[in-house]
Structure formats: structure tokens, C-alpha cells
């Protein structure tokens, strides 16, 4: 149960990540898919990202030969950044967010915070369930099964708010201008 709901929250922090912020970052090109060797990998597998500047993130990308595919996949991204080759890295001036391009990203967050909930209520059902079924079953006595549904009760509560405050955290870090 608790490692189904750490891959509940690990998936939710990996989508929050792909929001971005009104700071650049240098992860936040760390999930992007691109077409190199015949296959689709991760650009921190293909290229290093760093911050050049406030503004501007570099990508050193370490086989030359897959400049075109990054910048294609930058450009294809939807984060509406611009990306451009020079020589062996690739530029990537990062646009100052607009109010309404933090709302939206805010937005999503918001909506990404209420499908991990009902991803965690789902588990929670789950094992109800299973501890119901046992004490059918007679596997466990009533005690048993009311003090394994307080445990289960306890740890979706502690996996609501890890949620809850993983997506208030990344909302401020969105909305700060």
C-alpha cells in the first residue's frame, strides 16, 4: 500500500516539475522525449542543461549530431520557448511569464492535486476493501480489521496532505511573478 502511494506521489511531483515557473530552471526540460538512436530518451540522457544566464538555459548536448532532434523537441514542447543552435550547445532564451500564463499553470497544478487525490482515494477504497474481505473471510477478527482500517484511514490522511502541500509549494513558486 504505502509503495503504491509513494508511486502516486512521485508520478504527481514528475508532473508538477513539467510546470513551469516563473524562474527558469535548468530540470525543466528534464522530461522531454527526444528521438535519438532510433529510440525515444530523455533529454538529461542525451545533453546537460544549465542556466547561462537569468533569462537563458544552455543545453550542451553531448553527441553533436542530435542538435536538430533537441531543438526539435524543445520547439514542439508546448512550453513556447524558442530554442537556437550555436555551434555544439543549444540556446534557450526563456520568455518572461505573463499573470495569465502563471493562472493557467496554477490552474493546472490545481487540477493535477485533485487527479492524484482521487488516485490516492482509489487505493484507500482498495484496502478497504481488502480489510473487509478478510474480516469476512474471518482471516481477521473485528478488532483487527477496525485498528487495520484506522492505519489505512492515517496513512491515505498523511499521503492527502504530503499532496496538498507539494502542490502549494509549486503554486507559490508558479504565481511569484
Keep these: 500500500a504505502r509503495d503504491r502511494l509513494e508511486r502516486v506521489q512521485e508520478a504527481f511531483r514528475a508532473e508538477l516539475a513539467k510546470l513551469r515557473t516563473g524562474r527558469p530552471d535548468p530540470g525543466m526540460l ?35 549530431s542530435l542538435l536538430d532532434a533537441v531543438r526539435s523537441a524543445i520547439q514542439t514542447s508546448g512550453l513556447n520557448l524558442n530554442p537556437a543552435v550555436d555551434g555544439t550547445a543549444i540556446n534557450v532564451p526563456i520568455p518572461k511569464t505573463t499573470k495569465e ?63 496538498a502541500k507539494l502542490c502549494d509549494e509549486r503554486e507559490k513558486e508558479i504565481l511569484a511573478p
Design 30 to 64: 528534464d522530461h522531454l522525449r527526444v528521438e535519438a538512436y532510433g529510440e525515444s530518451v530523455t533529454l538529461p540522457s542525451i545533453g546537460q542543461a544549465t542556466l547561462k544566464t537569468p533569462k537563458m538555459l544552455t543545453i550542451n548536448v553531448y553527441d553533436p
Design 101 to 163: 500564463t502563471r493562472e493557467a499553470s496554477a490552474k493546472k497544478a490545481r487540477e493535477l492535486k485533485e487527479k492524484t487525490k482521487n488516485s490516492v482515494n482509489g487505493i484507500r477504497r482498495d484496502l478497504i476493501k481488502d480489510v473487509n474481505d478478510m474480516k469476512k473471510k474471518k482471516v481477521v477478527s473485528e478488532d483487527e480489521a477496525f485498528r487495520m482500517q484506522k492505519d489505512v484511514e492515517s496513512l491515505i490522511e498523511t499521503a492527502q496532505e504530503a499532496v
